[in-house]
Each structure stands twice: as C-alpha cells, then as structure tokens.
C-alpha cells in the first residue's frame, strides 16, 4: 500500500522514514532542532495507521510542545485524528478521569475509524504522593504506539520518570525516539532511552552491568565517569535503530527557518485578556487595567502576553508567567543539545523576570555602555542564554560564530529593530543554517506583532485604523491568531 504525502518530505525525512517503515519494535530520530522529526513522526503514524497497524498513539513532551503537536498532525497528516491534550488546570486526578471520558468516546461511532492521539507531558506520567492517576490510565488505555519527544528527559536511567516511561513502552507495539541531544555530555545517556524502544537492544544488560561494560570510573569516590571503553561495540549495537541528521548536511533545508510557539494562557489571564481585548479595561488580581486610547491599549495588550503590565496608576501588575515558562523550557532543550542561543525581549520585567529564570549574567539593554556591551558578547560562549533588549541589538558583531539560534520573547513596534535583531546571526560569517523562534501567546497580539513586522507594515497605524484587530473572543478569534500560519517549519 503507497502512502500520500500530504507535505513533501526532504531528501533526510524520507530516508529516516524508510528505515523506520523496516523497523520492528520502534527507532530514534537523533536529529538536529530544525531538522523536520515531528513531520517525520507525523508521517510514521500516518503510513502505520493505513495500514492498519496501528490506532491509538501516545504523545509523550515537554510542556512547552504540548500544544504543537496537534498543529503538526493538521498540518502534516493526511489522516483523520481525534488528537486529545492533557487539560491545563485541574489536579492528576482531574486530568486522568477527563483522559479516560475521552477514551470511551473514541470507541463510539465513527471516532472507531480514526487514529486517536493522547498528548501529555512527561511530568504527568510521574508518582506523587503515593498516587499515579494519569499513568494508570495510561496503562489501560495500552497505546500502540508511543512517541517520546525530546527523549533526553529520559536519559537518565534511575529516574521515575524514565522508569515509568519504559513500562508504558514496554506495552506498545512501536516506540519512536526524537531528540538533538540523545547524548549531552554522557555517551551513557544511550542506555535508557534505546531501552524505550526495547530493552533487546542491550541484551537485557541492566543499567549497572551497562555502565561498567562502557564506561571507566574512578575518581575518590570510584563513582566518577573518567571515560568509555568498547565505543565501537556500542555504536554497532545502536546504529540500526538509529537515523541522524545534522542541519548544516541537509543541504534541501531552507537556510533561514521561522517557528511560532503557541503558549496556552493561564485561565484567569485569559479571561482577563480577553475582557481587555474588547473593553480596554479589566480588573486583575485586584488592580485596574486601563487604557483610554487605542494605542496604549496595544501596548497593555503585548505587555500582558509578556509578563508584567501596568494599572491605571503606572503601578506593576503580575499578568502571565506562561511564556517565560515554555521559554525556558525551549532555551534549556537547545543549550542541552549543544546549541547556544540569544533571546531578544523588550520590557524591562521581561528581562528581569528571564535573567532570573535563567540565572545568567549575559544581559545586554539600555543603560548598559558600550564596551560593556561589547564585553558580554564577546565573553559570551552559549553556556546559557544571552538576553538582548530588542532596542539595543544594534552594533553587536561575532554573534553569529557563536550562535544560530534565537528567540524572540517580544519585540517593540520598530520593524528596523526587529531584523537589526535577526541580523545579529543571520549575517555574513554565519555558517550553519538559522533558527528564528517566536514565543505567541494563544488568541494574543503576539501574532498581530510579528506579522506585521514581518511586512515591514507600521502597527500603530494599522490599529489606529482599524481598532478592531485587537478585539479577541472565544467564538471569532481569527483576527489576532492566523491558525493556518502558527508554524512555518517544525523541527
């Protein structure tokens, strides 16, 4: 049976795809961010599911791709998916028993046809308090197969994390692995996430027999990792299962790639930002919000997807953490895989609030002298992020020998500061492809934002125009957040 493409793959996705359509128990997708894996997956479910292979299929992520992945499925799939994500609020239990009033609904009527699709982060699936409401549902529900995106999370093998992963895995008839960092610093991290796939791939080696048959320990304790031994033994014992790609060798990949990141509000931000949208006032956590002309409520209205906004008295008001929370989880997944990366911002609480977050001391923004600016930079080596004010990204040469990642947390209004800023690694020197990542709040102004400044369009008077733009609900939000543009390229 040949399988439709509903998107083209290139020429890496379907080699990938070939050697997983040859595999048996599952495969590890140990390719670079950017690299296409979660068109690949996408793929891998649709061709199992006509034929018949395969119905019911777990997601397994990080928070901050929670709400990617049932895009990527629209975007990419040619087949018919009820995709269901784990709920945002509610206690364990309250999210185990909406999963299991899903799973009978899936088994009725014409739902019985269709690939049914469960995403959940992996801190779901973890014991707490003597309970585990969420992974016992799981484990009834018996899915066939079980995706783990950025499965370093389970690379440490006495983790409860991983230790609960490798149970579900144990179940599935297939196992798909993606990461950019299978390894990190520790070639041993191989052991529990092939385990996933099948613990056969080992030998049945426990994880102490593993250890000490690749690894040479020492040190004062005896328990320090001082190097590796059988190196070749081990390569030859993963590589059938394995499908690597570097983003610099896939010469069809286009050399500058953008990705919107769609961030689920926090409810009672929501409900606040959408009372905003339309009255240009609301109370929140007991402050009054308000502005009296169209402009200033624009300004509310990005400063509200960011972090901290002002009441009617200048005074700070705490509105969302959200996205400083996905952003961290994004930046700590890159500089995991050896990627360093420079995140672009534009209020001065944002900036505070992701210097602490990150704990880094590379901040670049107004007030800070020049050779100081130039001191950060070139003293910047990508053990953690760089944090740039979006005002002050000019002048800043050397970035792009260090970095070809970046985040834009916010931006202001100034199309010239905005591709200043992408220019700091999309320049000459530059010699691997770039990643530009731009963190949207649901339904927000984010998308407005970008958009706009990506036509080098003036947003002031586009909204002084047409004040509506800003105007969200829950019935007609299109708007503000253009659906059929979230992602332009998915790693």
């Known amino acids: 049976m040949k399988y439709e493409f509903k998107t083209k793959p290139y020429q890496h996705q379907a080699n990938a795809l070939k050697k997983i359509f040859n595999s048996e128990q599952g495969h590890a997708l140990f390719m670079d961010p950017g690299t296409g894996k979660t068109k690949i997956a996408v793929d891998t479910v649709g061709a199992f599911h006509q034929r018949d292979q395969i119905k019911k299929i777990l997601v397994l992520c990080p928070i901050n791709a929670l709400s990617v992945w049932p ?87 006495t983790a409860q994390r991983s230790r609960q992963a490798h149970k579900l895995c144990a179940e599935a008839k297939f196992v798909l692995l993606l990461t950019g960092t299978p390894i990190g610093k520790n070639l041993l991290d191989l052991y529990s996430q092939l385990k996933c796939i099948s613990p056969e791939i080992w030998d049945g080696e426990s994880w102490t027999k593993f250890r000490h048959r690749y690894g040479i ?9 001082l190097g590796y031994r059988n190196a070749d033994e081990l390569g030859e014992r993963y590589k059938p299962y394995v499908s690597t790609a570097r983003k610099e060798d896939c010469l069809d990949l286009p050399k500058v790639t953008d990705i919107k990141i769609p961030i689920v509000w926090d409810p009672t931000a929501w409900a606040s930002y959408e009372r905003f949208s339309q009255d240009g006032m609301v109370v929140h956590n007991r402050q009054l919000i308000f502005a009296n002309i169209v402009l200033t409520k624009l300004l509310r209205m990005q400063q509200m997807t960011g972090h901290t906004t ?11 953490e959200r996205k400083v ?10 500089t995991e895989a050896g990627q360093p990366v420079i995140i672009f911002a534009r209020f001065k609480a944002e900036i505070q609030a992701l210097q602490e977050a990150f704990n880094t001391p590379y901040v670049i923004k107004g007030g800070v002298s020049a050779k100081r600016r130039g001191e950060i930079s070139k003293n910047w080596k990508g053990d953690k992020p760089l944090i740039i004010q979006i005002a002050s990204a000019e002048a800043l040469d050397g970035l792009q020998h260090v970095c070809n990642h970046a985040i834009f947390f916010s931006t202001d209004f100034s199309w010239i500061h905005y591709f200043q800023a992408r220019g700091r690694i999309d320049r000459e020197g530059q010699k691997n492809p770039v990643t530009f990542y731009h963190m949207c709040m649901e339904k927000s102004v984010d998308y407005l934002v970008i958009d706009t400044l990506k036509e080098k369009q003036d947003l002031e008077k586009l909204i002084k125009d047409n004040p509506a733009l800003l105007v969200v609900t829950r019935e007609n939000n299109d708007t503000i957040n253009r659906q059929d543009i979230i992602l332009e390229e998915v790693e």
């Open 71 to 157: 895009k990527e499925f629209r975007n990419h799939s040619p087949n018919v998916a009820d995709i269901w994500v784990r709920p945002d609020t509610g206690t364990s239990l309250d999210k185990s028993k909406a999963f299991a009033d899903w799973v009978e609904t899936t088994k009725q009527g014409n739902h019985f046809y269709e690939v049914d699709i469960a995403v959940f982060n992996y801190e779901a699936i973890i014991r707490r308090n003597g309970t585990q409401p969420i992974f016992d549902e799981l484990k009834k529900w018996d899915p066939d197969l079980i995706i783990l995106d950025e499965s370093q999370k389970v690379k440490t093998a």
């Open 217 to 225: 320990f020492g040190g004062k304790s005896g328990y320090e990792l």
């Open 310 to 320: 002002a009441d009617e008295n200048g005074n700070p008001v705490l509105f969302n």
């Open 325 to 334: 929370e996905y952003t961290k989880d994004l930046a700590e997944n890159l």
